[in-house]
T-cell receptor, first 115, second 112 residues
Framework: GAGVSQSPSNKVTEKGKDVELRCDPI?????LYWYRQRLGQGLEFLIY????????KSGLPSDRFSAERTGESVSTLTIQRTQQEDSAVYLC?????????????FGQGTRLTVV | GDSVTQMEGPVTLSEEAFLTINCTYTATGYPSLFWYVQYPGEGLQLLLK?????DKGSNKGFEATYRKETTSFHLEKGSVQVSDSAVYFC???????????FGPGTRLSVLP
């Protein structure tokens, strides 16, 4: 597609349920990033995939969070046993090669609300 | 670790006023620097970037110069418009294939 696509755009879930968020990066982009943006705040890094290298998971806030990426394609962010503090917009971005100076292109995000 | 600091917002200006949003960074190497903008209801999009010291990035009347000696990348525009109302994020990416580090964002409101 023309840009980074995320689905669903909105998700309301009950506390304790698991959720899966999907990201389709721009075709040919080897680097993929997940960020979290709480209301009125900045971007919090979660995880970074670069080609076939081991992902950088240093930003995942707890073991309830995990992410996978299929080759250089789709990525899924999974949050288990959701809590109210998980409510945020989850942003996915991709870049051509992850090298310095290469811009990241962002999707529109998934707004997650845990009730 | 790497970090980015931005001036606190919100910033409220009248149309045609001069804009400066300060950004400073801490990085171990020589990062590339970016300004991203998030218009109301939209996703983040790149505004401009600079990849080495003394480079000037520019777009849509906005400019920022990579100042290695002061580790800064301040965003400026000579005459803002109502349509510039948005949240602006300063960011860096080191040159070793690591993730992007973002500042907290500065909300700009331009009044007619």
């Amino acid at each position: 597609g023309a840009g980074v696509s995320q689905s669903p755009s909105n998700k309301v879930t009950e506390k304790g349920k698991d959720v899966e968020l999907r990201c389709d990066p721009i075709s040919g982009h080897t680097a993929l990033y997940w960020y979290r943006q709480r209301l009125g705040q900045g971007l919090e890094f979660l995880i970074y995939f670069q080609g076939n290298s081991a992902p950088d998971k240093s930003g995942l806030p707890s073991d309830r969070f995990s992410a996978e990426r299929t080759g250089e394609s789709v990525s899924t962010l999974t949050i288990q046993r959701t809590q109210q503090e998980d409510s945020a917009v989850y942003l996915c971005a991709s870049s051509l090669d992850g090298e310095g100076g290469t811009e990241a292109f962002f999707g529109q995000g998934t707004r997650l609300t845990v009730v | 670790g790497d970090s980015v600091t931005q001036m606190e917002g919100p910033v409220t200006l009248s149309e045609e006023a001069f804009l400066t949003i300060n950004c400073t960074y801490t990085a171990t190497g020589y990062p590339s620097l970016f300004w991203y903008v998030q218009y109301p209801g939209e996703g983040l999009q790149l505004l401009l970037k600079a990849t080495k010291a003394d480079d000037k990035g520019s777009n849509k009347g906005f400019e920022a110069t990579y100042r290695k000696e002061t580790t800064s990348f301040h965003l400026e525009k000579g005459s803002v418009q109502v349509s510039d109302s948005a949240v602006y994020f300063c960011a860096l990416n080191d040159n070793y294939g690591q993730n992007f580090v973002f500042g907290p964002g500065t909300r700009l409101s331009v009044l007619p």
